[in-house]
């Protein structure tokens, strides 16, 4: 806690603070314990990129070019096009300003992020995406609700408060995301911009009609207006505010990180923000016939990058930007083949990105290994569980510690760093992850294959999947010494095929390799 | 069936199944708001609930996630995901000032 939040809580309980007493008692302990945890002035934002984005046209993989080229001719983008990160990494074209990001170490790359038995509806995995749930389990919070809770237990009784005088979260949209939904209530709230809070309540620019409906009409959304009971502050933090780069035009998400910006500026207590793009279902055209750097998904990384990357100089020039860290993600990736209607369809792991002058730059993870052939509907496994991604934000952000991350996700939650010290320029760079790997013999296999591993002393999970993300079996999940350990694994029940062995280690010491069933 | 008893818990996929196109999302759209509001909503606002009913997405995967659902109508995580959507939609229209007036 910040020494003038302190002070500001001080005044508003009254000291002296008495440890023992009443005076504890009665100040709502469970917040202010919990909330010595947070950097209080820290704030996340959260991009949902509706739809499913294609993961392998955004981050490219440059050692895998030749099998790619092969399975997705028709909307490959040529190497020359591509935006260069590392020797064997680069982008799509239209991510000139996610690139300036990374030169300037203020992006964190994650690859292959997703989860065990991916399940390819956009609704379901949404739910999931969103919940945080297990694929097989249905829950009805959300992962930020659930965080929120811990720090708000009582919430929405006596809200807001003198403590807590804004919204805890607030959703750029007409409806609250479901990332924030707490076991007693939304603790976002919805709004368009700090003016028109809620288009649907407030009609927006749909004015009343001139009769004794409209007059009624009028009467009941002034009472909304009125009511609500964050309207004063927002419009207040709105007024205190501003906006010092030039954002995109025309760009809806732009439109949405620049009221974000300017709340941040105008003083909103707000800790989470949660932003919106849709349109990544690109089963067709998402490049354009006969130019290939034109299309959709063009269109859409370039409104991506360019509204991030404004967002960021903004914070910049703000004075704001280490107190701010942001994420996007989105439902799944898409398939390794693509469609003959230059598009691609739900597929499964894909990268996330993260941004902020806070971030640990760089890459975490492999490549994905793409062979000569795939079958039609092969995703990318997964490498690193987006619980286990949300949670180690939530440690390194918010403070939050590793019993209550696992008891928001699951007790196999596995950390990984996210942030680093803000403003360091150390130059990019992967992740070490030398002195691990494991390797598969024979290979193609018929019925046993060897794995062996290099660990340190440390709990090692080996599990087996298949190319549509479905988790078959744990092979391995014990504590092993550290060296080289070999074992023989009976693979007879597997039909024949190809699967993935996805083994984990401590921190960010994860990867697939592939192995085939002959 | 109206939606206009909002003690009763309303039950979303009878909802769904009552209208006659539920497999077109600006059918579903259309339907509940002729049934929930006394007058005829703007296209503004229309867009507004069609995007809390497939937020991002095109029409067409409404029609996919419906059709699953007729596939496998008691898989719970399908009856889970498609119920939530209608939810979303339905409380974009509780919102709205319109709903209140009869």
């Known amino acids: ?518 | 069936m109206r939606i206009d008893d909002l003690s009763v818990a309303i039950d979303h996929l009878a909802l769904l199944e009552s209208l006659d196109q539920p497999e077109n999302p600006v059918s579903v759209v259309e339907e509940i708001a002729q049934r929930m509001f006394p007058v005829e909503i703007t296209e503004n606002q229309k867009a507004i609930l069609k995007d809390l009913l497939i937020p991002g997405l095109p029409d067409f995967e409404w029609t996919v996630e419906y059709t699953d659902w007729l596939s496998d109508p008691d898989n719970p995580t399908i009856i889970d995901s498609i119920t939530a959507r209608l939810v979303s939609l339905i409380r974009g229209m509780l919102r709205m000032s319109e709903s209140q007036l009869s």
């Open chain 1, 1 to 518: 806690m910040k020494r003038r939040d302190f002070l500001k809580r001080s005044s508003v309980l009254g000291l002296p603070l008495m440890i023992n007493g009443m005076g504890l008692q009665a100040m709502r302990s469970s917040s202010l314990f919990n909330t010595l945890n947070t950097e209080d002035d820290r704030v996340l934002v959260l991009i949902n990129l509706n739809g499913g984005n294609d993961g392998l046209n955004t981050l490219i993989p440059l050692d895998q070019y030749d099998n790619l080229a092969n399975l997705r001719s028709n909307i490959i983008i040529p190497q020359s096009n591509i935006l260069t990160l590392t020797d064997t990494l680069g982008f799509h074209p239209a991510l000139s300003g996610f690139k300036s990001l990374f030169d300037n170490a203020n992006m964190h790359v994650v690859q292959s992020v997703g989860y065990p038995n991916q399940n390819r509806s956009h609704f379901r995995s949404t739910d999931i995406w969103t919940s945080a749930s297990p694929a097989e389990e249905i829950w009805d919070t959300g992962w930020l609700g659930r965080y929120s809770d811990t720090v708000h237990p009582t919430y929405p009784n006596n809200y807001p408060n003198a403590d807590f005088p804004a919204p805890i979260a607030i959703t750029l949209g007409p409806s609250s995301s479901e990332t924030c939904e707490g076991v007693a209530g939304n603790f976002s709230l919805a709004m368009i911009d700090p003016y028109v809070l809620n288009p649907l309540e407030s009609g927006g620019d749909d004015i009343a009609p001139n009769n004794i409906y409209g007059d009624e009409l009028s009467y009941l959304r002034n009472i909304k207006e009125q009511t609500n009971v964050y309207s004063q502050v927002i419009h207040a933090a709105a007024e205190n505010g501003t906006n010092v780069a030039e954002y995109p035009l025309s760009n809806p998400l732009a439109e949405q990180l620049r009221n974000i910006a300017l709340l941040i500026s105008g003083g909103l207590q707000t800790k989470i923000y949660v932003a919106n793009l849709g349109g990544f279902d690109t089963h067709a055209n998402q490049v354009e016939e006969g130019n290939i750097t034109g299309g959709m998904h063009n269109f859409l990384l370039d409104l991506t990058s360019s509204a991030i990357s404004a967002f960021q100089e903004d914070l910049k020039l703000l004075g704001i930007e280490d107190r701010v860290l942001g994420m996007t993600f989105s439902e799944f990736g898409r398939q390794i083949i693509s469609n003959a209607a230059f598009g691609t369809d739900h597929g499964t792991a894909a990268p996330v990105f993260l941004f902020g002058s806070c971030v640990k730059a760089g890459i975490t993870g492999e490549n994905p290994e793409i062979p000569k052939q795939v079958d039609p509907q092969a995703g990318i496994p997964m490498q690193y569980d987006f619980r286990d991604l949300y949670g180690s934000v939530l440690m390194d952000w918010f403070g939050v510690n590793q019993n209550t991350i696992e008891q928001i996700f699951y007790p196999d939650f596995q950390y990984f760093p996210i942030a680093d010290s803000c403003n360091s320029y150390s130059k990019n760079k992967e992740v070490d992850l030398s002195g691990f790997d494991i390797s598969a013999y024979p290979n193609p296999f018929r019925n046993n294959i060897r794995i062996g591993f290099t660990c340190r002393n440390e709990r090692v999970r080996i599990s087996i999947y298949d190319t549509l993300g479905y988790k078959h079996l744990q092979i391995v999940d014990k504590t092993f010494h550290a060296g080289n350990h070999q074992f023989n694994f009976d693979g007879s029940s597997l039909p024949a095929g190809t699967y993935y062995l996805r083994i984990q280690l401590a921190g960010a010491r994860q990867k697939t390799t592939r192995v085939i069933k002959s």
